[in-house]
Nanobody
Framework: VQLQASGGGLVQAGGSLRLSCAAS????????MGWFRQAPGKERDVVAA????????YYVDSVKGRFTISRDNAKNTVYLQMNSLKPEDTAVYYC?????????????????WGQGTLVTVSS
């Protein structure tokens, strides 16, 4: 499984970005997906997660109401819509895939990782 993340960039505070993660796998719909981020000098943490069907989602408290995770299984792609961006959202964002069931919040639960896309939010 290969994951290709894209959509990062430089945006002013209050702006929006949409990250995409395209997966090269036939059975994408059987994978739980997650978005993580790693800010400079910090550990990589989960931002949002979604089950294989898209029926259940999770958001870390700091992004609730601003970020939306979604997936299009026909396109083998998971998205992270980020609105009302803040400077503290600045980080490298990674998508991850797992064949485990449910909402997965920990790095060790994921088997495959994208290369990361940098999001920089200026104040």
């Amino acid at each position: 499984v290969q994951l290709q993340a894209s959509g990062g960039g430089l945006v002013q505070a209050g702006g929006s970005l949409r990250l995409s993660c395209a997966a090269s796998v036939r059975t994408f719909s059987s994978y739980a997906m997650g978005w993580f981020r790693q800010a400079p000098g910090k550990e990589r943490d989960v931002v949002a997660a979604i089950t294989w069907s898209g029926g259940n989602t999770y958001y870390v408290d700091s992004v609730k109401g601003r970020f939306t995770i979604s997936r299009d299984n026909a396109k083998n792609t998971v998205y992270l819509q980020m609105n009302s961006l803040k400077p503290e959202d600045t980080a490298v964002y990674y998508c991850a895939a797992s064949q485990e069931v449910g909402i997965l919040l920990h790095e060790y639960e994921y088997d495959y990782w994208g290369q990361g896309t940098l999001v920089t939010v200026s104040s």
